[in-house]
């Protein structure tokens, strides 16, 4: 029995290793091949670029992680000589960050209120968020820009930012999370005259550090790689993230592509690094309570 569940665990282990290895290789590849020489760059993958008019003669494409020679010449003109690609990456992060922050104050607030109130119509609203949970943000994509339009937020940061504050899953999330806490607690806080306020800042949120951790890792992985909202609410294009900009290098320069997309995945990449913890506690918390 015991080798049965050896091999088990080292099949799986193995399988785990491999998909981990497949999931990984786009990233590690972008990574190296941000240090090649844009000739060294030609040669590997030519026939790629070649077919849509690039105007490289390779033959074949040539996955190499290890460059000949390293050079930094693509990231001094991406950080140094040319300002467009941190003016991008600082509008990315001006309108990440604060949707970040408010979302999870307004999720906060609405998630204590769906579990202290009981009653048909709190179990109607919740339904409600649900159901614009599951609605990609395609399908609102035209209403938002009505309303920008309406409300002259249009081609503003505000046009992002407001629909980005009220989003229903972070709401959903944590109201799963927030349910789990023994009501017992919540009830002998009461009994000692704590107020709804301090019941909310003393229990509900100290209980909730985990879900608010992993709250804010998914909605930043989300709105840092944001593309169709920027591109239709932002019709100035200095206003747009670098997600937008990088689509736009010129095929002439793939290892500022390779450059510019590694330093883009550095915030991601630490961030996930740092909360991860929080983030697999928060989830298999909030998934496991029932509504």
Known sequence: MKKKRYFGRGVMFLLCLIFA???LLPTVLTITNSFMEESEIKSNYG??????????????????????????KQYMTGLITTPD????????????VPIVIFQIVI??????????WRGKVRSFLFFFYVILMLMPYQVTLVPNYLISQKLNI???VWAIILPGIFAPFSVFLL??????IPYSLIEAAMTDGASEARIFFSICLPQCRSAIFSIAILVFVDYWNMVEQPVVLLENAEMQPLSVFLSSINQ?????????????MIPSI????????????GIAHSGSVKG
């Not at 999720?107 to 202290?116: D, I, M, P």
């Open 85 to 96: 690609y941190l003016l991008k990456f600082w509008n990315s992060i001006k309108l990440t």
């Open 47 to 72: 026939m790629i670029f070649g077919a849509s008019g690039g105007g490289y003669v390779s033959e074949k494409v040539n996955l190499k992680f290890i460059p000949d020679k390293v050079t930094l």
């Open 252 to 264: 002439s320069e793939i290892g500022l592509a390779f450059a510019m997309a590694t330093v883009y």
């Open 154 to 156: 249009l081609n503003t």
């Open 107 to 116: 999720a906060s607030v609405a998630a204590y209120s769906f579990t202290r």
């Open 175 to 180: 109201t799963k999370f927030m349910r789990r």
């Open 21 to 23: 290895v497949i999931f």
């Open 270 to 281: 630490l961030i996930f690094l740092k909360g991860e913890a929080y983030l697999v506690e």
